[in-house]
């Protein structure tokens, strides 16, 4: 069975194709991506009306050129899955438009795929791909949250972010320093430079006792440190200031993981979502596990960020347990607000 997966939900047009295996993991046959992230640059983020109208020019193009590259055409396509929910309204309706109208002139079903179903799923596209049960800890733009997993479609939240998102505190940190949008990259990549002791910065919540997080006070000592340093700090001093941030996120961000585990007595850690690409996360969670025997798994670097790939995996995942998921009423009722445990 062939599963075509469109990503709208935010500012990257994703397309991609995926096969069922019997009895394994679904196989990306090819993918196509278009990121938005330059249009936006000049704005300092995401602009929702300029976002829609991108995906409407971008996902056509895009499912020819997956179609290509997989060597298919639309009517190999058995299934069509996009992304429901949760993201930007009119982003979500392009996505959800172009997969109803595509699948009702195929007579082809459709899926409506919840976005952050495909983060958590990503990691079994990668070579090391995990096993359920494990935890999951979900570090993207948009959200931060640890989960019990136990299979697709079963997931337990074990805590969350009280206010900002882990790849917000990056990007609003990045801003504070003069990087540019998106931050979380250009702020590890000053973080190399820097000494990540220079600075003193919060660990929000880190001995709170649960697994919650916050990161809204961290931008504020993050402010009050620029301030500080006068109105034109070194080199150094951003640079400095970049790797503190970065540790204290990262901290608090390994420490909540390793008692979720400890707590739930589970050994396989799944790290999924934008801020997973973080070289220093990725050393320290692997340091960590490899100290307590813990294995911990990531997606591609490729496939942290939005892509079209995660969507059709979840989708085809969904589709293996449950062959009823698929629908025939093309009725694109997007969820821009959507609990990944309603999922
Ligand atoms: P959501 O999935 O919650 O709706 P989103 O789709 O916008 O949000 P992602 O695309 O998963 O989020 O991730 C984007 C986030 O990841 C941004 O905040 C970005 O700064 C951050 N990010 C990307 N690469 C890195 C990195 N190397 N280090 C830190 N943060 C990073
Ligand atoms: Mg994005
Ligand atoms: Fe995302």
């Known amino acids: 069975?062939?599963?075509?997966?469109?990503?709208?939900?935010?500012?990257?047009?994703?397309?991609?194709?995926?096969?069922?295996?019997?009895?394994?993991?679904?196989?990306?046959?090819?993918?196509?991506?278009?990121?938005?992230?330059?249009?936006?640059?000049?704005?300092?983020?995401?602009?929702?009306e300029l976002a829609s109208r991108d995906h409407?020019?971008?996902?056509?193009?895009?499912?020819?050129?997956?179609?290509?590259?997989?060597?298919?055409?639309?009517?190999?396509?058995?299934?069509?899955?996009f992304t429901r929910g949760p993201g930007l309204a009119g982003a979500l309706l392009v996505g959800a438009g172009v997969a109803c109208a595509l699948a009702a002139s195929l007579g082809k079903p459709t899926l409506g795929v919840h976005h952050l179903e495909g983060h958590l799923m990503s990691p079994f596209l990668s070579a090391d791909p995990p096993e359920f049960p494990f935890v999951a800890l979900l570090v993207s733009g948009?959200?931060?949250?640890?989960?019990?997993?136990?299979?697709?479609?079963r997931y337990e939240m074990l805590g969350e972010t009280i206010d900002d998102a882990a790849g917000e505190a990056f990007d609003k940190s990045a801003k504070l320093l003069g990087l540019g949008y998106p931050g979380g990259p250009a702020l590890a990549a000053l973080a190399t430079h820097g000494n990540p002791e220079a600075i003193a910065l919060p660990r929000p919540l880190l001995h709170s006792g649960d697994l919650d997080f916050s990161f809204s006070g961290l931008k504020t000592a993050v402010m009050t440190a620029m301030t500080k340093f006068g109105p034109a700090p070194t080199g150094q001093q951003r640079a400095d200031l970049a790797a503190s941030?970065?540790?204290?996120?990262?901290?608090?961000?390994?420490?909540?993981?390793?008692?979720?585990?400890?707590?739930?007595?589970?050994?396989?850690?799944?790290?999924?979502?934008?801020?997973?690409a973080n070289t220093r996360l990725r050393e320290q969670l692997n340091a960590a596990g490899a100290r307590r025997g813990l294995r911990v798994h990531y997606p591609e670097l490729a496939l942290c960020t939005d892509n079209g790939a995660m969507i059709a995996l979840a989708g085809a995942l969904r589709l293996q347990r449950d062959p009823s998921a698929a629908r025939m009423d093309y009725a694109f009722d997007v969820k821009p607000r959507w609990p990944l445990v309603q999922a």
């Open 56 to 81: 409407v020019r971008r996902v056509l193009p895009l499912l020819e050129a997956a179609l290509a590259d997989a060597s298919l055409t639309k009517d190999d396509i058995d299934v069509v899955a």
């Open 245 to 276: 941030t970065q540790a204290a996120i990262c901290e608090v961000l390994v420490k909540k993981s390793l008692r979720a585990l400890q707590e739930t007595r589970l050994s396989r850690l799944v790290v999924a979502g934008g801020v997973g």
């Open 142 to 153: 948009g959200h931060t949250q640890l989960m019990r997993v136990d299979d697709v479609g």
């Open 1 to 48: 069975m062939i599963v075509l997966g469109i990503e709208s939900s935010c500012d990257e047009t994703g397309v991609a194709l995926v096969e069922t295996v019997a009895g394994g993991v679904p196989r990306l046959r090819s993918q196509a991506l278009h990121s938005q992230i330059r249009m936006h640059q000049a704005y300092g983020g995401v602009v929702p």
